[in-house]
């Protein structure tokens, strides 16, 4: 795995599948509730390079000291792409996933000590009894030689609790502490609402377990019974993003309803109201509270209405684009557009929308390069991947 001349077979990557639904089709425009709109236009302050193309791609992992980066689609492949050679080779080993509606394999990211041990976290979702189904963490090692790639000893660490009915709301992105000690996992509230608000589930929150995904010591509920032990917060959604900033804070993003996309200064303990209050509205047309001082729960620091349909979140912290180190940027489905927004502390404010060329398209998942480049999927059949760096 430690070589850097590993010989990878060319794979032609071929599009053919219909699009995960998880936002409104079609483009948005996006308001915050920091009063500043995110600025508009076709001109763009980088160069986009297109690289490949994929099938539904979900996540983008770059696999420290190596020339790879690893590459999911949400139908079920896995593939390790040398970035040196262009070339790649598809997984073995991948778990089987349940593919419907936003189902499939999703997120992928490095364990602290995979300089040491190639181990890797991936998520998906698996099938459970009577048509139900729920997100799964799995940890493994990606091993890359010279007779292809695998993934070896996956064993699952994480669960959805319980399994439901549906195809919606896994949400299952991960990301690691700065420290190295936690893993933290979205979790959906499968369309069902009701359990973002129940502890005797997993469901509707943001967990915060050891790195071998038992529950953390100290999480806000950890006097009550299992599942409540892995609890850091509650009343989410759909939170498809997941990031820390440069002084550790924890920000999420995730979806709305009609309206009210959210980003989130993740809070231990807090409860961030779904779906008690929303700055959106219920398909129905039914009307939901918005968030109001006093009202016991979380607000957002930015808030979408419209919708953009956040799919992804990355804070950079790279030297590519020193004037935005520290910034955080989501990939918007229905919003079709790259955001970018200013975080000063644990305020932050819309600052740009990108959505010229191939960012004016689904984007799905973000990814900063070892070199401080910006990395983008597109989402859906034929998703490209692109490269963002200095220039014009």
């Known amino acids: 795995m430690r070589a850097r001349t590993l010989a990878l077979a060319a794979a032609l990557v071929l599009a053919g599948c219909t ?27 980088f160069q986009v390079r297109e ?44 778990p089987v996933v349940q593919v419907a509606g936003q189902g499939g394999l999703g997120d992928i990211i490095v364990a602290p000590s995979f300089e040491q041990d190639q181990r890797v976290y991936l998520s998906w979702v698996e099938p459970g009894d009577a048509g ?7 940890l ?20 959805q609790v319980p ?39 997993n469901l509707g929150k943001i967990l915060r377990l050891n790195v071998d995904g038992t529950p953390a010591a100290g999480n806000p509920f ?50 961030y109201g779904w779906p008690r209050v929303s700055n959106g ?11 109001a001082a006093g009202d016991g729960f979380q607000a957002p620091t930015v808030w979408w209405t419209p919708s953009v349909s956040p799919g992804s979140l990355m804070i950079y912290t790279g030297s590519a684009f020193p004037e935005w180190r520290g910034d955080a940027f989501v990939g918007a489905l229905s919003g079709q557009s ?23 398209a689904r984007l799905r998942a973000l990814a900063q390069g070892p070199d401080g480049s910006i990395w983008v999927l597109q989402d859906g059949s034929g998703g490209k991947l692109l490269q963002l760096t200095p220039g014009t």
């Open 140 to 159: 493994g090692r990606l091993v890359v030689d010279e007779s292809g790639a695998r993934l070896e000893n996956l064993n699952v660490i994480w669960r």
């Open 338 to 360: 790259l955001i970018r927004v200013d975080l000063d502390g644990a305020s932050a404010t819309v600052a740009e929308r990108f959505a010229g060329g191939d960012l004016g």
């Open 222 to 271: 950890s006097d009550e019974p299992y599942p409540a032990t892995e609890i850091w917060s509650l009343g989410h959604r759909n939170p498809l993003g997941l990031a820390f900033d440069r002084s550790g804070r924890l920000w999420n993003s995730e979806m709305g309803p009609q309206g009210g996309d959210e980003l989130n200064l993740v809070v231990a303990g807090a409860n």
């Open 163 to 201: 399994k439901v009915g549906g195809d919606g709301h896994f949400a299952h992105r991960l990301a690691i502490s700065p420290d190295e000690r936690y893993l933290f996992v979205t979790s959906g509230e499968r369309q069902q609402e009701e359990p973002a608000q129940d502890r005797s589930t």
């Open 51 to 94: 690289v490949a193309s994929y099938d539904q791609p979900w996540a983008m992992a770059f696999l420290p000291g190596t020339p790879y980066a690893a590459i999911t689609e949400r139908g079920g492949a896995l593939f390790v792409r040398d970035l040196e050679s262009d070339r790649q080779v598809e997984v073995d080993g991948v």
């Open 19 to 45: 699009t995960a639904t998880d936002g409104p089709a079609g483009p948005a425009t996006a308001t915050s509730g920091s009063a500043t709109s995110p600025a508009g236009g076709n001109s763009l302050p």
């Open 281 to 291: 509205s219920a398909y129905s047309g039914a009307d939901i509270p918005d968030h």
């Open 132 to 138: 139900t189904s729920g997100a799964a963490v799995g």
